[in-house]
């Protein structure tokens, strides 16, 4: 079984628990739990069995009122998955993840046909947009909620995909917009288009979780090693495979890498390949 | 051994026994459970619930109405205000009604009183589902009507006639109640107040508490 296919069967897998919580009328009860999700879900979705990590914090931080245990809960369980795996989470577990595979080959298709899509992840400022997520974590996540109010709840693309949307279809007529809808409605379509122009575009500049996954990378149990000195850098690894836009050939434990094995499989001289530390 | 496998070993055992020990000995299960998973998060989905206002008599599990409930139905209508710690549209909402009830409470107060509304009695509950005991918690979905699960919710009980019998009945609001201003949910709330008044009025001397 090729790396591909198994990376497939285990974001299905971890796609049916993350939506274990979808009750059937008479034949399945749902199963809501106190767990956080260690990848990017809304617990808003019908069909959630656990909490969004980021909703766990905000609460815990709302208000300058610190609830220590909503706050280290999510982070615990983030920084457990860290410390094992870095952020193959990211490409093996998350659900949004799965969306972004789907979408991925049209933004590689995109990016062959149409020069300037190409060029958008060859931007001289694009390594400093990967920055964005921190920051998208520590203002929108942590600081705002502090002083202001839910700026990241209320804007997130992934409550309004998984919320939102499936919401509003099963019970018509039973919600009405509130006052960030449509500024939601505005972030979820420029998500949209990102996901389909950059792959794994919301991976790589906004996703607050793999913010906090990243630095873990540095010292997480398992990690893509390459054997520079068999490597005849071709780039096949970095211009064709891997999906975050890495410099596989040079890279050393590298915070953006989601462990997705692309790389491994694609290095014609086979020198790629996942080691357990 | 590798430095960093052994760090990583000795990493995960210490947040392995400090999601044991908050699992375990301080409830986080039941916080993030009964906080987070359960509520529906009318923040994420951006999206208010469309308050119905009609009296109904089926609650919204179908089980019976709460014996507190029942019990002060004899002395005038009921007024609950649901709400949580953490919530936002219950924070725009809690001026309102306590400039409504002339009354003067904490978020985190679990209150009843029994307030004298345009010379009558309206029997006033604040509940927040953070700090209330088992019964008013259930009382929440026994009046969830559309089983939303948002907070905040504003319950109206009162009596109402029913093939034969005075039966309680009640309504609920949600939310900012769809209003933009606070005059304008400051009147929506009167107004389902004054309406459960009006129903009492009518009613109340067939009401039997049973």
């Excluded at chain 1, 780039?235 to 999906?243: G, K, Q």
């Amino acid at each position: 079984m090729n790396l591909r296919f198994k990376r497939l069967i285990s974001q299905f897998f971890f796609f049916f628990l993350t939506n274990l919580g979808l009750k059937i009328e008479n034949v399945f009860p749902g199963i809501k739990t106190g767990f956080c999700y260690p990848f990017f879900y809304c617990h808003a979705c019908p069909s959630a069995s656990a909490a969004c990590p980021l909703r766990a914090i905000e609460i815990g931080v709302y208000d300058g009122k610190w609830n220590w245990r909503l706050i280290l809960y999510p982070i615990l369980l983030i920084s457990f998955v860290g410390v094992i795996s870095g952020r193959a989470v990211c490409g093996w577990a998350c659900p949004i993840g799965l969306i972004q595979r789907v979408t991925g080959k049209v933004a590689k298709k995109l990016k062959k046909k149409y020069s300037l899509v190409g060029k958008i992840g060859q931007l001289r400022i694009e390594p400093y947009l990967r920055y964005l997520k921190y920051f998208i974590f520590i203002g929108l996540v942590i600081i705002t909620p502090i002083f202001i109010g839910f700026m990241f709840t209320d804007l997130c693309p992934i409550g309004y995909l998984v919320g939102t949307i499936p919401i509003s279809i099963l019970n018509p007529g039973s919600f009405s917009p509130n006052e960030f809808f449509f500024i939601a409605m505005g972030v979820f379509i420029l998500f949209i288009i990102l996901i389909f122009l950059v792959e794994r575009g919301w991976c790589r500049y906004f996703c607050p979780i793999g913010a906090m996954l990243a630095p873990f990378n540095k010292i997480s149990m398992y990690k893509v090693s390459v054997n520079k000195d068999e490597c005849i850098h071709c780039n096949i690894c970095s211009n064709e495979a891997c999906p975050m836009g890495i410099d596989v050939p040079n890279m050393d434990r590298d915070p953006e890498c989601i462990l997705c094995g692309k790389c491994v499989e694609a290095c014609p001289k086979k020198i790629i390949s996942f080691e357990r530390v | 051994m590798n430095k960093i496998f052994i760090t990583g070993i000795i990493v995960v055992s210490l947040i392995t026994i400090g999601i044991g020990d908050m699992i375990i000995e301080h409830d986080t299960w039941d916080l993030i459970h009964g906080t987070i998973v359960s509520t529906l998060c009318l923040s994420c989905i951006k999206l208010d619930p469309v308050s119905r206002l009609e009296f109904v008599f089926e609650t919204g599990t179908g089980e019976e109405h709460p014996e507190f409930v029942l019990e002060n139905l004899t002395t005038g209508i009921i007024f609950i205000e649901y709400r949580s710690d953490v919530c936002k549209a219950c924070d725009d909402m809690a001026p309102i009604i306590k400039e409504i009830f002339n009354l003067k409470f904490e978020k985190e107060d679990t209150l009843y009183k029994r307030v004298d509304y345009l010379d009558t009695i309206v029997n006033f509950y604040h509940i927040n589902l953070d700090h209330a005991t088992q019964i008013q918690k259930d009382s929440f979905s026994i009046y969830d009507k559309d089983q939303v699960g948002g907070v905040p919710m504003f319950v109206v009980i009162t009596v109402k006639y029913d093939r034969g019998i005075i039966k309680p009945c009640y309504t609920n609001a949600y939310g900012t109640l769809g209003k933009e201003t606070d005059a304008e949910r400051k009147e929506m709330v009167e107004g389902l107040i004054e309406d459960g008044l009006t129903l009492y009025e009518q009613n109340s001397e067939g009401y039997q508490y049973p």
